[in-house]
């Protein structure tokens, strides 16, 4: 079934994931040839630091805890003004290259890709947090 021109994917998608490589090759099934996958994702290392004082950051979770689950406490530093109070969750850890390899070995074309800073992602932190990579894009293309 391939019906799509593009597929888009906004940030808090990969975290969600057991199984990367089902889902890449979803995401190449229902491509037509010449459509274009996007992801926009909040990069694993944010999920990685929490900044728990200003200015300084610690590491809260295994950047290659690919795989399995992992229950987590939500980052305080990172929640939103006005959310509910502090929970636990299963997520996944995926670091960027097992995502970029998912998608190359279900057929897609890695077009482009970027890693930026977000600083207020790593709000409190000041300065450093232009030197961090808060978001990453990809643009991959069905063959």
């Known amino acids: 079934m391939r019906d799509f021109d593009v597929i ?9 994931l057991p199984d990367l490589d089902r889902w890449a090759q979803m995401i190449a099934d229902r491509l037509r040839p010449g459509g ?49 109070p502090e929970i636990s969750f299963d997520a996944f850890l995926w670091p960027v290259s097992d995502v970029v390899m998912s998608l190359m070995r279900a057929g897609l074309r890695i077009e482009e890709f970027f890693e930026a800073p977000y600083p207020t992602m790593y709000d409190g932190l000041g300065e450093p947090a232009t030197w961090l990579p808060a978001v990453y894009v990809i643009k991959a293309t069905r063959e």
Not at 8 to 16: D, E, H, I, K, N
């Open 8 to 16: 888009f994917a906004q940030a808090g998608v990969v975290c969600w």
């Open 36 to 84: 274009t996958f996007l992801l926009n994702e909040h990069h694993p290392i944010w999920e990685v630091l929490g900044v728990r004082r200003p200015g300084e950051v610690a590491v809260t979770v295994d950047y290659f805890g690919r795989g399995q689950p992992k229950e987590q406490t939500y980052d305080q530093s990172k929640r939103p003004i006005g959310w509910t």
